[in-house]
T-cell receptor
Framework: AQKITQTQPGMFVQEKEAVTLDCTYDTSDPSYGLFWYKQPSSGEMIFLIYQGSYDQQNATEGRYSLNFQKARKSANLVISASQLGDSAMYFCAMTATGAARQLTFGSGTQLTVLP | EPEVTQTPSHQVTQMGQEVILRCVPISNHLYFYWYRQILGQKVEFLVSFYNNEISEKSEIFDDQFSVERPDGSNFTLKIRSTKLEDSAMYFC????????????FGPGTRLLVL
């Protein structure tokens, strides 16, 4: 079974600074996907970034990058140049095996960007 | 840009009543999912649907739950006899990729069971 661990229940960052949100995972599957989603206070789940387990390079999407360290089983999200609108809950997730790959989520990190 | 839509956005119901939550996935996606999030907790998988049948379901998805794709666009979650503990945000997602792994979520339906 897959497991995702997010050890930071809350984080604060100053506007325009970079912040790293931690995520570690556990799986016995050789092939898997790792994701980050953003959940603002309005409640929707916004897809941010995806990393495949066989991808050689770390994924990047604009100000988001995923620091993938396979040997350590970590998939940290880095947000550069934080903005006030980045304040939200952030969930790390991974795909399960099976024909339709449902996501297993971590418990989330509440990020607050300070002006 | 196409997006997943869900109706209603909020639903209040009495314990024991049936509710149907509706979703319109992204049109060219083949994999569909329901998740729920109890207030303040993490998102939990309920069920996945592919090729007009359930692909996987979690232990939460008991006999009180059912899913349907009644036509080419809608995807519904029915809870037959709601319990207080069914109060949660319910998210529909549709997936692209070889196994639907890149999933896009709808805005959710907040269900409150009284």
């Amino acid at each position: 079974a897959q497991k995702i661990t997010q050890t930071q229940p809350g984080m604060f960052v100053q506007e325009k600074e970079a912040v790293t949100l931690d995520c570690t995972y556990d799986t016995s599957d050789p092939s898997y996907g790792l994701f980050w989603y953003k959940q603002p206070s309005s409640g929707e789940m916004i897809f941010l970034i995806y990393q495949g387990s066989y991808d050689q390079q770390n994924a990047t999407e604009g100000r988001y990058s995923l620091n993938f360290q396979k040997a350590r089983k970590s998939a940290n999200l880095v947000i550069s140049a934080s903005q006030l609108g980045d304040s939200a809950m952030y969930f790390c997730a991974m795909t399960a095996t099976g024909a339709a790959r449902q996501l297993t989520f971590g418990s989330g990190t509440q990020l607050t960007v300070l002006p | 840009e196409p997006e997943v839509t869900q109706t209603p956005s909020h639903q209040v119901t009495q314990m024991g009543q049936e509710v149907i939550l509706r979703c319109v996935p992204i049109s060219n996606h083949l994999y569909f999912y329901w998740y729920r999030q109890i207030l303040g907790q993490k998102v939990e998988f309920l069920v996945s649907f592919y090729n007009n049948e359930i692909s996987e379901k979690s232990e939460i998805f008991d006999d009180q739950f059912s899913v349907e794709r009644p036509d080419g666009s809608n995807f519904t979650l029915k809870i037959r006899s709601t319990k207080l503990e069914d109060s949660a945000m319910y998210f529909c997602a549709s997936g692209r990729g070889a196994h639907g792994e890149t999933q896009y979520f709808g805005p959710g339906t907040r269900l409150l069971v009284l």
